[in-house]
């Protein structure tokens, strides 16, 4: 099993940048293929950022491509979503997840942590 924890979301103003973190539990972290996941209010939840389990390959929503870099330590088992010129539409609950394989669809994650808010302000 493995227990995901994010943090580094906030309020901020659009144009500026953030960067989360989501620390894993347990030796298995390297396993894992780690996706990032948003959901703003009234929306269904999108994928954001995928990478493998070696960080040699990544996919990237169209949305936030350019913008967003998603990388993984995992001699520290955390894994980075570094968000660049942020707009109000990027403003959503953002979830790091784990899967077996580098998926961008959210049905093939197996665990998910629970969340950190970030709302871009104009």
């Known amino acids: 099993q493995v227990q995901l924890v994010e943090s580094g979301g906030g309020l901020v103003q659009a144009g500026d940048s953030l960067r989360l973190s989501c620390a894993a539990s347990g030796r298995t972290f390297s396993s894992y293929a780690m996706g990032w996941f948003r959901q703003a209010p009234g929306k269904e939840r999108e994928f954001v950022a995928a990478?493998?389990?070696?960080?040699?390959?990544?996919r990237y929503a169209d949305s936030v491509k350019g913008r967003f870099t998603i990388s993984r330590d995992n001699a520290k088992n955390t894994v980075y979503l570094q968000m660049n010129s942020l707009k109000p539409e990027d403003t959503a609950v953002y979830y790091c997840?784990?899967?077996?394989?580098?998926?961008?669809?959210?049905?093939?994650?197996?665990?998910w942590g629970q969340g950190t808010q970030v709302t871009v302000s104009t």
């Open positions: 997840a784990a899967a077996r394989a580098l998926y961008i669809r959210d049905c093939g994650y197996d665990y």
């Open positions: 990478i493998s389990r070696s960080g040699g390959s990544t």
